[in-house]
């Protein structure tokens, strides 16, 4: 069955789905939208790390975007905003990151997969690392959840019932860089984001409690990956971008239905 | 029974010395008010007291097993986020439905169980912030500034449900308010804060203190009078207020 190229790139889409639904609800409620960006930034300079010191490229971008999560935790009310922070560690990363590809000498890299992704070469090998990421991060957020969104309401409150919100945080960044790290094959490090918070986003009309809005946006995530796939393989169009069409006319969709649900009452 | 010492406490952010030296005891079933400017340190003060913040010397002792309930200053939950009343209230709590219900009630709203938490208003909203403070049935409450946002008549009658509290569950409560006029009436105890303990003492004392009148002059005769005002149209028991204006 896993030597279907399609059946492979299905599941691996379908893996980052779940991992990335919980941890989009997250980010959506914390608007912290700009750290997913900025942590997938910065993994374009794991990717060429990796191809220097010749690791898998899992583990140089994993790498790479731990460091950057930490970094912007450590920083963040130190002077500048949050936002600028992560606008000024983005871009640098990126950059830095593709000046680092082309000085690399002797290695041809297509770069485009990495900014795009190539969800139709993933190998059995990379779903399982896909999948296990994805597991190990599902795990986490299911194992803290009542602290997590606990510390996202107030970070008093969490104080009080006797969580630290600053671990709680960190588990978070942790996840975000799992997850950037593994899916930077499936969509690629300029759409990862989309597929963080557009699924959470979407199913944010539909959901009346914090626990089925995520299971709404895994079920969304998982969605867009099937059908984006096949619209691809349909249509001939890259498969990355396709599933984020699919999860935003989605997300356009629902929201249009939840405007008018809210002005009919 | 003493629920909380704070000894010889010093909070500093940096080399930002927000308090000094703060000696506080609190004792069950007393109201105790915090006042003070802004940037008093008052609440560095409650922060050290939940543990948010670590004090830079002295230390606050709590009684041994001391259920606190805290009430945030400023909870905004943002509209992305569904949550119902019942699913925040039990949040970190292992209570039952039953239970939230009996928090809702005595808190003044008992209605509220299923609603969702972005549908509320201002004082819906601080009355069930109240309720998840108090259905672990705490020994002490802690309020900063719980009525802000609201408009007087709303925060007056968030303080009457507050001393109905103590009356019904006889428990402990501290809370900051720069509401001086309201506060001056439900008080037994008013500590007034500017990085130290300036002041403090019954509600009467503390107001004709020569370190309080530095502080707040004569703008808080206005609020008092006007708060007096007020009462003489509303309620009947503003003894302690008129005693506190004169």
Redesign the interface.
């Known amino acids: 069955m896993l030597d279907d190229f399609m059946t492979r790139a299905t599941l691996a889409g379908i893996g980052v789905a779940f991992a990335a639904a919980p941890l989009g609800c997250f980010v959506v409620w914390r608007r912290m939208a700009y750290f997913g960006d900025a942590t997938a930034h910065a993994a374009i300079l794991g990717v060429a790390l990796s191809l220097t010191f010749q690791m898998s490229v899992f583990t140089g971008a994993l790498a790479v975007a731990l460091l950057m999560a930490m970094t912007v935790t450590l920083l963040s009310g130190r002077g500048y905003a949050m936002d600028t922070l992560l606008g000024v560690m983005a871009h640098s990363a990126l950059a830095f990151g593709l000046v680092a590809v082309s000085l690399l000498s002797g290695i041809r890299i297509d770069l485009m997969a990495y900014l795009f992704g190539d969800i139709l070469a993933v190998s059995r090998s990379d779903l399982l690392v896909i999948w296990g990421g994805a597991a190990l991060v599902v795990a986490l957020i299911i194992w803290r959840w009542s602290q997590l969104l606990t510390a996202t309401l107030n970070e008093e409150l969490a104080y009080a019932s006797g969580y630290d919100p600053k671990r709680e945080q960190l588990i978070l960044t942790l996840s975000l860089a799992v997850t950037v790290a593994v899916a930077i094959k499936v969509v690629g490090v300029l759409l990862i984001a989309a597929l963080l918070i557009i699924p959470a986003a979407a199913a944010r009309s539909l959901a009346r409690s914090p626990e089925s809005m995520a299971l709404i946006a895994a079920a969304i995530g998982a969605f867009s990956a099937v059908a984006g796939l096949r619209a691809a393989y349909v249509f001939d169009t890259p498969a990355g971008p396709s599933i984020v069409c699919v999860a935003a006319i989605l997300f356009a969709c629902f929201s249009l239905v939840g405007w008018q649900t809210k002005h009919k009452l | 029974m003493t629920l909380i010492t704070v000894e010889n406490l010093s909070v500093s952010y940096g080399a930002n010395t927000v308090l000094r030296h703060v000696d506080m005891v609190i004792e069950a079933g007393e109201i105790v008010t915090i006042v003070g400017p802004n940037g008093s340190g008052k609440t560095s003060l409650l922060?050290a007291i939940?543990?948010?913040t670590k004090p830079s010397a002295g230390q606050v002792t709590l009684k041994p097993g001391l259920k606190?309930g805290?009430v945030?200053?400023k909870?905004?939950?943002?509209p992305?986020?569904?949550?119902?009343v019942e699913?925040?209230m039990r949040?970190?709590n292992r209570v039952s439905r039953k239970n939230c219900v009996e928090a809702l009630k005595t808190a003044g709203v008992p209605d509220l169980l299923t609603r969702?938490m972005s549908q509320l208003s201002g004082g819906q909203f601080q009355r069930v912030l109240l309720a998840r403070a108090l259905i672990n049935r705490p020994d002490i409450l802690?309020l900063?500034e719980a009525t802000q946002g609201l408009d007087q008549p709303g925060s007056a009658a968030f303080y009457h449900q507050i001393e109905d509290v103590r009356r019904k569950t006889g428990c402990a409560i501290l809370m900051i308010s720069h509401e001086l006029h309201v506060v001056m009436s439900a008080s037994d105890r008013v500590i007034c804060l500017n990085g130290h303990v300036c002041c403090e003492g019954s509600p009467a004392v503390v107001a004709s203190a020569p370190e309080y009148r530095a502080l707040f002059g004569t703008g808080t005769g206005g609020a008092l009078a006007l708060y007096r005002h007020e009462h003489d149209h509303e309620h009947d028991h503003s003894k302690d207020s008129r005693e506190a204006a004169e």
């Open positions: 922060r939940i543990g948010a606190i805290y945030p200053q909870l905004h939950i943002d992305t986020l569904p949550i119902s699913r925040f949040l970190t969702q802690l900063d």
